[in-house]
């Protein structure tokens, strides 16, 4: 299996702009996290699906954000518009299972430049 | 939410040494997991404990369940430089939160 994929890997924006980062989780997993990470604010956890359902998107910081799992092999994270201070390392994970039961498979990021 | 906090922040050893770093959490748990994160990539997991364990083994790694003193630690034995990183613990109730890390150095 390839893992969690990514894309892009990099994206630098304007402020205002909208920004789609998309993630594929590993085949066969029903769960599925978007985290952000930044060094003032260390690792969040943003949203977290299950089944395709969003199950807890108490993290998402604001109404700019969104995401949808329109499939199992298939999850976008929007920002729209964006701002300088989203500017992050965004990382999709999966797991199978519910969450925590099992070990979470990281993809490598996408890392966000809002100028 | 549920959520491990690292201790130290951060640890700077020579190669060959041993590298222990520690996690506390506030609720009861099912089960805690630790991993590793090299700069620039996505989390690692090296080790998955579960609460009615005590302690758990993989190669060079060894974690620690204490559930009455709610903590947990990572002792990393005979450490490489390849061993730099920052580790992360998350301790699960079905809320599971990762705390800052541990940043670890280790000088060739």
């Known amino acids: 299996d390839a893992g969690v994929i990514q894309s892009p890997r990099h994206e630098v924006t304007e402020m205002g702009q909208e920004v789609t980062l998309r993630c594929k989780p590993i085949?066969?997993?029903?769960?599925l996290f978007w985290y952000r990470q930044t060094m003032m604010r260390g690792l969040e956890l943003l949203i977290y699906?299950?089944?395709?359902?969003?199950?807890?998107d108490s993290g998402m910081p604001e109404d700019r954000f969104s995401a949808k799992m329109p499939n199992a092999s298939f999850s976008t994270l929007k920002i729209q518009p964006s701002e300088p201070r989203d500017s992050a390392v965004y990382f999709c994970?999966?797991?199978?299972?519910?969450?925590?039961?099992?070990?979470?498979?990281f993809g490598p990021g996408t890392r966000l430049t809002v100028t | 939410s549920q959520q491990g906090e690292e201790d130290p922040q951060a640890l700077s050893i020579q190669e060959g040494e041993n590298a222990t770093m520690n996690c506390s959490y506030k609720?009861?748990?099912?089960?805690l997991q630790w991993y590793r994160q090299n700069s620039g990539r996505g989390l690692v997991h090296l080790i998955l404990?579960?609460?009615?364990?005590r302690e758990k083994h993989s190669g060079r790694l060894r974690v620690t369940l204490d559930t009455s003193k709610k903590s947990s630690s990572l002792l990393i034995t005979a450490s490489r430089a390849a061993d730099t990183a920052s580790y992360f613990c998350?301790?699960?109730?079905?809320?599971?939160?990762f705390g800052a890390g541990t940043r670890l150095t280790v000088k060739p």
């Open positions: 998350a301790a699960n109730n079905n809320d599971m939160r």
């Open positions: 699906f299950n089944n395709n359902v969003p199950i807890d």
């Open positions: 085949s066969g997993h029903n769960s």
């Open positions: 404990i579960r609460s009615n364990e």
């Open positions: 994970a999966s797991s199978l299972g519910d969450r925590g039961s099992y070990e979470q498979y």
């Open positions: 609720t009861s748990i099912n089960n």
